[in-house]
């Protein structure tokens, strides 16, 4: 009805851009976004929004990037932050964006000054800044400034799962193993439909030689049946106790999923199969029988020169 002004034209192109960009109409929302800087080409809000357009659209394409592609895939996005940055150098969020990307790039000295700089310059404690400069810490292998950082981040907000669950791998590496298992506990309460929570749980109780427990927690995921990480893992718990059947059990559904490891798999089944008859006929009186068919199965395998995944 009335021509829009120069403002509320620019934040049309924006707001169309974004829409855009949600739709996965990503040269409509570059074009857009091209737009809207050229009415107001001071303004920091279109190269931000490119910048994070650029690093979606990249991980869409490539969902594990190797370093150097990413860093390679993601240039003109450094390019927009550092725009951004001459535009508006006293916003703490951009140098916290900038940290994340630097964080994801392995450039861990770049995401540590920017990290700095966005705790200095926000205008109250952001539980997420100090969980990022933990885990920036946490890379360096520096473990005790990162758990300093990740409890500031957990006192600060108590349902910020993801503080849990670094200061836990944190607590691990620092051999504090049970601070490790009760942050473990509080990250299950938060987070309870992390679908990898039944592997954490259960290393951290295979590390502590806790067994049945570990046996127990990787039971307890219902993606078990199928999945080799945690099947393997229940497999190592089942020998530890000697419960060889169900190792056995597992090494066959291994086998059944027919993973690129599956060589190993079968070298293991072959050693637990001949493990097992020995020790049976150890129980029998040492049966001569029993003992030469264990030392041939054995020699069998090491015919094929292929160490398995546990053996």
């Not at 190797?66 to 006293?90: M, P, R, T, V, W």
């Not at 067994?211 to 530890?240: F, G, H, M, P, Q």
Request: a negative charge; aromatic letters at 10%; one cysteine or more.
């Amino acid at each position: 009805m009335t021509k829009l002004d120069q403002g509320s034209t620019y934040n049309k192109l924006l707001c169309e851009a974004i829409l855009a960009a949600e739709a996965d109409n990503t040269d409509l929302a570059f074009k857009k976004f091209a737009q809207a800087q050229k009415i107001f080409p001071n303004k920091m809000e279109p190269h931000f929004y490119r910048a994070v357009l650029t690093i979606n659209s990249f991980y869409k394409a490539h969902p594990k990037p190797e370093a150097e592609e990413l860093d390679h895939g993601i240039d003109s996005a450094i390019e927009d932050f550092e725009k951004c940055l001459e535009l508006n150098d006293n916003c703490s969020n951009l140098f916290y964006v900038r940290a994340v990307v630097f964080y994801a790039l392995g450039k861990f000295s770049l995401a540590h000054q920017n990290i700095e700089k966005a705790i200095e310059k926000a205008d109250e404690n952001y539980a997420k800044y100090y969980h990022l400069r933990g885990a920036i810490f946490a890379c360096t292998q520096s473990f005790s400034h990162a758990v300093s950082d990740l409890s500031i981040a957990i006192n600060l907000d108590k349902d910020f799962q993801p503080a849990y669950l670094e200061r836990a791998k944190c607590y691990f590496t620092l051999g504090d193993l049970k601070q490790a298992f009760m942050d473990i506990q509080d990250y299950i309460t938060v987070k309870s439909d992390d679908s990898n929570i039944h592997l954490w749980a259960g290393n951290l109780l295979f590390c502590t030689g806790a067994y049945e427990d570990a046996v127990k927690a990787y039971s307890n995921s219902e993606t078990i049946k199928d999945s080799e990480n945690l099947l393997a893992l229940r497999v190592k718990c089942n020998i530890v106790l000697k419960e060889l059947n169900l190792a056995l059990a597992d090494l066959d559904r291994l086998l059944e999923l027919k993973t690129s490891n599956n060589i190993f798999y079968y070298v293991d089944r072959e050693c637990l199969v001949a493990l097992k008859t020995g020790t049976a006929s150890l129980e029998e009186a040492l049966e001569k029988e029993s003992l030469t068919k264990a030392v041939q199965k054995i020699t069998k395998v090491l015919s094929y020169k292929v160490s398995g995944n546990i053996f």
